[in-house]
């Protein structure tokens, strides 16, 4: 196995053995990163414990930064058995000038959509009324009932009450393109969660510790509010 073989390839680099710094030239050299080709593997110094590199993975168990250096041994690189998935798509949520990262669209759409469902239970038949506008009477109309969530013209809408008032109305969300995006990069998660095996788990746990819900419910939230 050489050096151009790994880089080229598609494998894991662990870099757990602390050394010095060589003092030659790297051969890669890039936002931080400095990477020396050795007779026994690889020497990095990295600004970050994790990231891909081409299609590798590169891993440092422990602390980076402040010029530590660690070799990842040709005997030690394995075979990545799964396809990374990059959280690199942007998707424009409504109120927002800009793109907003998957990761934190996610965790907007989940939260505004949850908030449309409790707001639709406790709706307060004969009090709560519809605002008098075009989309409420559109969304209405064309659904024959309410929903706390509803899709028209391509166009994903929340409801929302304003439980002081008792008035409630339909509020833009995201495109139905753009939630689909979502959709797609959560389930393809899924999906290389499951080839990855024995790792699912802890995968698992740290979406739910970051996001407070599982993958299965998101897609569970999707699918029911886009049918």
């Given at each position: 196995?050489?050096?151009?073989?790994?880089?080229?390839?598609?494998?894991?680099?662990?870099?757990?053995t602390f050394v010095l710094?060589?003092?030659?030239?790297?051969?890669?050299?890039?936002?931080?990163?400095?990477?020396?080709y050795v007779t026994d593997?690889?020497?990095?110094l990295s600004p970050m414990?994790?990231?891909?590199?081409?299609?590798?993975?590169?891993?440092?168990?422990?602390?980076?930064?402040?010029?530590?250096?660690?070799?990842?041994?040709?005997?030690?690189?394995?075979?990545?058995?799964?396809?990374?998935?990059?959280?690199?798509?942007?998707?424009?949520?409504?109120?927002?000038?800009?793109?907003?990262?998957?990761?934190?669209?996610?965790?907007?759409?989940?939260?505004?959509?949850?908030?449309?469902?409790?707001?639709?239970?406790?709706?307060?038949?004969?009090?709560?009324?519809?605002?008098?506008?075009?989309?409420?009477?559109?969304?209405?109309?064309?659904?024959?009932?309410?929903?706390?969530?509803?899709?028209?013209?391509?166009?994903?809408?929340?409801?929302?009450?304003?439980?002081?008032?008792?008035?409630?109305?339909?509020?833009?969300?995201?495109?139905?393109?753009?939630?689909?995006?979502?959709?797609?990069?959560?389930?393809?998660?899924?999906?290389?969660?499951?080839?990855?095996?024995?790792?699912?788990?802890?995968?698992?746990?740290?979406?739910?510790?970051?996001?407070?819900?599982?993958?299965?419910?998101?897609?569970?939230?999707?699918?029911?509010?886009?049918?």
């Amino acid at each position: 196995m050489t050096h151009s073989e790994v880089l080229s390839g598609s494998y894991k680099i662990t870099f757990r053995t602390f050394v010095l710094t060589p003092t030659t030239h790297p051969d890669l050299e890039h936002n931080g990163l400095k990477l020396w080709y050795v007779t026994d593997g690889f020497i990095c110094l990295s600004p970050m414990r994790s990231f891909t590199q081409g299609n590798c993975k590169f891993v440092f168990p422990y602390e980076t930064g402040g010029g530590r250096a660690y070799i990842g041994y040709f005997s030690q690189i394995e075979p990545l058995t799964y396809r990374q998935v990059r959280n690199s798509g942007s998707v424009q949520i409504a109120g927002n000038k800009n793109p907003i990262l998957y990761r934190k669209a996610i965790a907007i759409v989940y939260k505004r959509i949850k908030d449309a469902i409790s707001c639709d239970s406790k709706w307060e038949e004969g009090r709560t009324r519809e605002r008098p506008t075009y989309i409420n009477r559109a969304i209405l109309r064309e659904s024959g009932q309410r929903k706390p969530v509803a899709v028209r013209n391509g166009t994903v809408y929340t409801l929302f009450v304003d439980f002081r008032h008792l008035r409630a109305d339909y509020r833009e969300l995201i495109s139905q393109e753009h939630i689909m995006k979502l959709y797609t990069y959560v389930s393809d998660s899924i999906a290389m969660d499951n080839v990855a095996k024995g790792i699912k788990e802890g995968r698992d746990l740290i979406w739910s510790n970051a996001f407070g819900f599982s993958k299965e419910e998101f897609i569970e939230m999707i699918e029911n509010c886009t049918k």
